[in-house]
């Protein structure tokens, strides 16, 4: 038993030794490309209904870089959404020609939001890179309130009602997993 040992060890050293030894290869150095991903994230609402009054639409990107809103909306809505607009962003980055208001606020020479309101139409543009994170929350919220001033919706209750068909949703998965569970050990008792 002892030859034994010692005749498996010499031959699993010789052959390490044998096998392990010789040039090592070369490895090819792979290519290095680069690419760069934007997170984005965009909404269109259209609001169309037999009345001129309450057709509408509505468009919000959203991506790493900059945030846009863009809405059309009948003329009926623009003293509303001009005092909405007013509130939030005052005066101070107000001109107002012949049919537009346009806010424009920049720093160092570089644009951090602009936006325009005329009769039927509202753009708004934040420049996330030169927009602090305070600006861009608070348009990101106000895109929300003036979505639902034109359009007449409530996003925190649609929001309500989707989480709680979420809620529903996950619950029936629940309940299903725990049947196959249930399902599974009674198999393997059997």
């Not at 002892?2 to 030894?21: D, E, R, Y």
């Not at 809505?77 to 607009?85: H, M, R, T």
């Not at 101070?92 to 537009?100: C, G, P, Y």
Request: overall charge positive.
């Amino acid at each position: 038993m002892k030859n034994l040992f010692l005749t498996t060890v010499a031959a699993l050293f010789l052959s390490s030794s044998t096998f392990g030894q010789g040039t090592p290869k070369t490895l090819k150095t792979p290519k290095t490309t680069s690419s760069s991903t934007t997170k984005s994230n965009s909404y269109s609402f259209s609001f169309d209904t037999d009345d001129k009054e309450e057709n509408s639409s509505v468009s919000i990107k959203r991506n790493d870089n900059v945030y846009k809103f863009s809405a059309k909306f009948h003329e009926s809505k623009f003293e509303s959404l001009k005092k909405l607009v007013t509130d939030k962003l005052g005066d101070k980055n107000l001109t107002v020609s012949k049919d537009m208001h346009k806010w424009l606020k920049s720093e160092n020479g570089e644009k951090v939001y602009e936006c325009k309101l005329t009769e039927d139409r509202l753009r708004i543009y934040v420049d996330k890179e030169y927009a602090s994170t305070n600006m861009i929350t608070m348009m990101n919220d106000f895109g929300d309130v003036l979505k639902d001033a034109i359009s007449g919706t409530d996003s925190k209750q649609q929001d309500k009602e989707e989480a709680e068909r979420a809620l529903k949703k996950a619950e029936k998965a629940l309940k299903r997993a725990q049947r196959e569970l249930e399902k599974v050990k009674n198999r393997a008792d059997n």
